[in-house]
């Protein structure tokens, strides 16, 4: 028995063959047919050397082809290395080389730039595998041989390739491994047990009652007893949580729908063309213009039972507007990261929702932990570290030193600490603060930037923002905000910290602003914190308060 992602699905696919498994406009693919695919493209990678434990990077969009290479990946054994199609040359070298990939399957809009990056770095590519659109003519890929790679055309490669199911068998101890989207420093590859990432981003353990799923047929059970459930993933694949969706869908049968762009009228419009049940999101990035964009258009929603945030910060305000919107759906957001998975989960509430990241209420191997590795006193307020046990990764590829400042042991228990901070409710619950690298220390004061955020998208004229700290005379760093409005709208900072101060203390308000006309955030949707500083060295502020003495205690 091994709980693998290649399993899981496999399971699904002899339960359910003849259902859909995929969407993407006019495109599907069955369960069996998509089995058929990344069958053959697992032999193909074979006949090009690759072995179990090698890595094959993707370099692709949200498409059925992306599915199929990732499930062939894990099929053969390899370790699939997720590239963030965002990226520049520069970027590029630090993955290619960083993870030793074998073979490289990318898109062929990307060929001039991977052929670039391998003419001048030396990698152990050996391969590339070149999606193009999908056609019944004998034409080569864009770019074949250049780089020092031979290239070769996906689908004539999967049409060539044979399509049994004889590989061998797989094991639990089978790696997983997420390179993060981080705003600090490169990218880094996050290392997991299968088995172990399973438990805690793909169902392996009931996210309501804490169960651990001890038969590997269950999920491939349940759903071939249960309707079909639609879910659309918007966030790209190089975002863990949308892999994660993609696969829980798989194995229990799901019909999951992918778009490689995200439009947010066209999402709206792919809602009511597929009848989708549950939309996944990253926060406030896709959700304020989806939101808006449905009040803009007539979009049929009917089929909505939940809609899904997690890895950035989804603002009060705006969970309010979908709580108008859907009053019958489950609004949800979730917890956790590349390094401690699924953490917990909050239902939004209208009116009760809190300013910065969720409650929620957490599993029982989340913890709050001191310096010293002990737990924090629950409703004390105190501020912790947040931790995760049990299943948790093995390591950060080829950084010793980060996977020992990350994945500690106290008294015996060995735990991931991401660096994210939070408080424990006197209920138990947990109440996010937001990552301890960006929060501003003001006066001996620390304020975490999401909550701040959060407050500042209270105000209508506020379309999204950035919170950072820049330097201060008197109290190291003050509070300072970069902002997208809606409409070139200029509101007054004291206009803004009217509204802040309606939720968070004085010296949380921002002393600084400066507008721009829009915001740089990650392709998951993450904020990018080094840009907004770089704003707001680059030029004076549109608009400042004085400081004195008093004021960070206000």
């Known amino acids: 028995m091994a709980f693998t992602i290649a399993d899981l699905f496999e399971h699904a696919v002899d339960l359910m063959p003849e259902r859909i498994a995929l969407e ?28 179990p434990g090698d890595a094959v990077g993707l370099y692709s969009r949200n498409t059925i082809e992306a599915v199929e290479a990732m499930l062939a990946i894990f099929k053969a054994r390899a370790v699939m290395a997720n590239i963030n199609y965002r990226y520049v040359e520069h970027e590029l070298e630090h993955l290619f080389t960083d993870s030793g990939m074998k073979v490289l399957i990318h898109e062929d809009r990307y060929t001039d730039r991977v052929c670039n990056v391998l003419s001048e770095t030396p990698t152990g590519i050996t391969a590339r595998i070149v999606v193009g659109e999908e056609s019944d003519e004998e034409s080569g890929p864009s770019g074949d041989g250049r780089g020092g790679a031979a290239a070769l055309d996906y689908h004539r490669a999967v049409a060539k390739a044979r399509a049994d199911r004889d590989f061998e068998d797989r094991s639990g101890d089978d790696l997983y491994m997420l390179y993060t989207g981080g705003t600090t420093g490169k990218p880094k590859g996050v290392v997991w047990r ?32 249960a309707g079909q459930l ?18 829980q869908s798989l194995f229990a049968g799901g019909k999951a729908v992918v778009y490689p762009e995200f439009d947010p009228h ?31 258009g007539d979009y049929d929603t009917s089929t909505v039972v939940s809609v899904a945030s997690s890895a950035a910060l989804f603002s009060p305000a705006v969970k309010d507007r979908y709580l108008e919107r859907f009053p019958n759906a489950v609004i949800v957001d979730a917890i956790g990261s590349s390094e401690t998975g699924f953490g917990g989960m909050g239902l ?18 989340t913890h709050v932990l001191r310096e010293d590795g002990t737990e924090v006193t629950p409703g004390s307020g105190e501020v912790g570290r947040l931790a995760r046990s049990g299943h948790i990764p093995l390591r950060y590829h080829n950084d010793p030193a980060k996977s020992a400042e990350t994945f500690v042991v106290y008294d015996g228990v060995r735990y991931s600490l991401p660096g994210d901070h939070a408080v424990v409710e006197a209920d138990g619950t947990i109440t996010m603060l937001g990552r ?16 701040v955020e959060a407050a500042l ?50 010296y949380k308000c921002p002393r600084s602003v ?35 003495s008093t004021s960070t205690k206000a």
Do not use: C
């Open 436 to 451: 301890g690298s960006v929060s501003i220390n003001t006066g001996g004061e620390k304020v975490f930037p999401e909550e």
């Open 230 to 247: 639609v879910r659309f993933p918007i966030p790209p694949f190089i975002h863990g949580g949308s892999q994660w969706a993609i696969f």
């Open 194 to 225: 299968q088995e172990d990432v399973w438990r805690v981003l793909g169902g392996g353990i009931d996210w309501y009652t804490g169960r651990p799923v001890e038969d590997e047929w269950e999920h491939a059970r349940t759903g071939a007893e």
């Open 514 to 548: 400066w507008f721009v006309d829009a915001l740089k955030r990650s392709p998951a949707g993450k904020p990018d914190y080094r840009w907004a500083a770089e704003i707001a060295d680059s030029r004076d502020p549109d608009d400042q308060v004085a400081v004195d």
């Open 457 to 506: 998208k209270g105000h209508p004229a506020v379309l999204d923002t950035v919170v950072v700290g820049v330097p201060d005379e008197l109290f190291g760093q003050r509070v300072a905000a970069v902002i997208a409005t809606r409409d070139g709208a200029r509101p007054a900072l004291d206009e803004l910290n009217a509204v802040v101060r309606t939720e968070l203390a004085g």
């Open 348 to 365: 939004a509430v209208k009116g009760q929702s809190r300013v910065g990241a969720p409650t929620v209420k957490a599993d029982p191997n």
């Open 266 to 296: 066209d999402v709206w419009r792919a809602v009511g063309d597929h009848g989708v049940n549950v939309v996944f999101i990253t926060g406030d990035a896709m959700g304020r213009p989806m939101i808006d964009a449905l009040t803009e």
């Open 24 to 51: 993407s406009g006019d495109r599907s693919r069955t369960y069996a047919e998509l089995e058929e695919r990344s069958n053959a493209l697992a032999h193909t990678l074979r006949e090009l050397g690759v072995e």
